[in-house]
């Protein structure tokens, strides 16, 4: 998150499903993103958050997408961490 991200966000290993999600032409996927905790420490405002993508082999791309968040920014703090991918966003949000 943010332009000066060092590292990705921690994954939610509870959240890898059972199955590779693999998408068709005009299919979506789901990833939620817990963006700070009280357990976490330190933080900021971040404007933006990088996707970066992997093949079916978990292999990088080398592709990512920059997508600028909502209302001048969101909070996010040492335990921020995402989903892995799902077919649904109700599964994505259980996290």
Do not use: C, H, M
């Given at each position: 998150?943010?332009?000066?991200?060092?590292?990705?966000?921690?994954?939610?290993?509870?959240?890898?499903p059972?199955a590779?999600?693999?998408?068709?032409?005009?299919?979506?996927?789901?990833?939620?993103?817990?963006?700070?905790?009280?357990?976490?420490?330190?933080?900021a405002?971040?404007?933006?958050?990088?996707?970066?993508?992997?093949?079916?082999?978990a292999?990088?791309?080398?592709?990512?997408?920059?997508?600028?968040?909502?209302?001048?920014g969101?909070f996010?703090?040492?335990?921020?961490?995402?989903?892995?991918?799902?077919?649904?966003?109700?599964?994505?949000?259980?996290?």
């Amino acid at each position: 998150a943010g332009a000066d991200a060092q590292a990705p966000l921690a994954r939610v290993e509870d959240s890898k499903p059972q199955a590779v999600v693999t998408l068709k032409p005009g299919e979506s996927a789901y990833a939620g993103i817990a963006t700070y905790s009280p357990d976490g420490e330190g933080g900021a405002t971040e404007k933006t958050l990088g996707v970066f993508f992997t093949d079916r082999n978990a292999g990088g791309t080398g592709k990512e997408k920059t997508l600028n968040l909502p209302n001048g920014g969101v909070f996010f703090n040492s335990a921020a961490a995402v989903t892995y991918w799902q077919d649904n966003a109700a599964d994505a949000l259980v996290w």
